[in-house]
T-cell receptor, first 115, second 112 residues
């Protein structure tokens, strides 16, 4: 079984401030982990993914995430928020070795960026 | 051109009507998925297909059916629409082994 919890359904930051979106997962086997972003009226776009290589993963638009097995976390960060980062962000987990590529998604976190 | 397309983008229908949502992809992927998105619930899997001859139920398949007409096409049907099927529906594709999923732009469905 696998599950994802995103802490905080809404996060608000000022432009230029640090962005931190939290994701904790549960998986009975080693996981693949993903962050997707959804801009208004658009589909989901892959930001970055962890696939058991380097634990610090860099993605598009200056985002990165660190896989911490001991904490079962995969938090998303960006050093300096930009207005264009305003969107909804989804963390997802997939258990390695399962017979199909089922992703389990978190509930989503809406990021608001203030001028 | 978009790799994963969905039609229609918006649809309003009435309770009891049958409707079909269509998905096409040019990525050449074998695996395709249908999800629905509801506020505060994330995305939930309705059906998925590994290839043309392989269809599987997801976690919320009741009230829905699918058809995989070709590798590139995967349709979702609501046989008799009801208001709680009002949602945003996404199609996605993936390929082995890492299974990164690529999403279409979504279909916003309103059932009155």
């Amino acid at each position: 079984a696998q599950s994802v919890t995103q802490l905080g359904s809404h996060v608000s930051v000022s432009e230029g401030a640090l962005v931190l979106l939290r994701c904790n997962y549960s998986s009975s086997v080693p996981p693949y982990l993903f962050w997707y972003v959804q801009y208004p009226n658009q589909g989901l776009q892959l930001l970055l993914k962890y696939t058991s290589a380097a634990t610090l993963v860099k993605g598009i638009n200056g985002f990165e995430a660190e896989f911490k097995k001991s904490e079962t976390s995969f938090h998303l960060t960006k050093p300096s928020a930009h207005m264009s980062d305003a969107a909804e962000y989804f963390c997802a987990v997939r258990a390695i070795g399962t017979s199909y590529g089922k992703l389990t998604f978190g509930q989503g976190t809406i990021l608001t960026v203030h001028p | 051109d978009a790799d994963v397309t969905q039609t229609p983008r918006n649809r309003i229908t009435k309770t009891g009507k049958r409707i079909m949502l269509e998905c096409s992809q040019t990525k050449g992927h074998d695996r395709m998925y249908w999800y629905r998105q509801d506020p505060g619930l994330g995305l939930r899997l309705i059906y998925y297909s590994f290839d043309v001859k392989d269809i599987n139920k997801g976690e919320i398949s009741d009230g829905y059916s699918v058809s995989r007409q070709a590798q590139a096409k995967f349709s979702l049907s609501l046989e008799s629409a009801i208001p709680n099927q009002t949602a945003l529906y996404f199609c996605a594709t993936s390929e082995q082994p890492q299974e990164t999923q690529y999403f279409g732009p979504g279909t916003r469905l309103l059932v009155l």
